[in-house]
């Protein structure tokens, strides 16, 4: 499945709504559901936050085979950024000091198997790999 | 679609799905807690870093003043996300 979406916030509701009738034709399981769908609002919503350009829209493509999904998020027009650098949350750090900024990236990396990123010509490419245990999977025949 | 509202007895009641596109409604009820108060999850079906960072907010204004939120009733994936996110350090969970 691929659809595009605009490099706006609202269009997250289009892009959930993609999502999910992929994990239900699929019968996906809620707890990857979820790990997967929060890892594409976190890095979507980096693009559209820290991009730098609205030129064109955001591919989004999910792919099921037996044992894992693949996602993939293709910006074809932005500036570099590298999700696999996001720092990890310190717990010494005072509430009043602990910073938001770089948590989603922090929890996205820990609930998935796999985090690539391709830069070329202004055009990246996020790389998103779910494994999926068989009771993720419900009576799945696809 | 997501939902926030106030139940009679002060509770923070959150239904459906807290996305960074529904920060500002999170917000229109976060931003007038000024004493403690309890978040109920039991309805809230995802929340994302942006939910975290809203309730992160909250947290830290009233703290100076000797208040905290308690969380509520979280589903088991959420739980994850927040002990990943370390802030079951950050906030009374129950």
Request: proline content about 4%; charged content about 25%; aromatic content about 8%.
């Amino acid at each position: 499945m691929e659809q595009q979406f605009p490099k706006e916030l609202h269009a997250l509701d289009a892009i959930f709504g993609f999502l999910d009738r992929f994990y239900s034709e699929h019968r996906i399981d809620r707890a990857p559901a979820y790990a997967l769908s929060l890892a594409v609002e976190e890095f979507f919503t980096n693009i559209v936050k820290y991009g730098g350009s609205k030129k064109g829209e955001v591919t989004i493509s999910a792919a099921y085979e037996p044992g894992r999904v693949t996602v993939l998020i293709v910006d074809p027009d932005g500036v570099r950024f590298d999700p696999t650098q996001a720092q990890v949350p310190q717990d010494d750090v005072p509430l009043d000091r602990r910073p938001v900024g770089g948590l989603g990236i922090h929890i996205t990396r820990q609930m998935l198997d796999t985090v690539r990123y391709e830069y070329r010509d202004r055009k990246g490419t996020l790389t998103l790999v779910k494994n999926l245990e068989p009771q993720h999977v419900q009576n799945n025949t696809k | 679609m997501f939902k926030i509202t106030r139940s009679e007895d002060g509770r923070i009641l959150l239904e459906g799905r807290l996305d960074a596109s529904q920060v500002e409604t999170a917000a229109q009820i976060l931003d007038t807690v000024n004493t403690s108060a309890v978040v109920d999850f039991a309805h809230l079906d995802y929340i994302s870093s942006a939910g975290l960072g809203i309730l992160l907010k909250t947290q830290k204004r009233i703290s100076a003043g000797g208040n905290s939120l308690k969380l509520i009733n979280m589903n088991k994936m959420i739980r994850d996300v927040f002990r990943i996110a370390r802030f079951d350090l950050v906030f009374t969970i129950e």
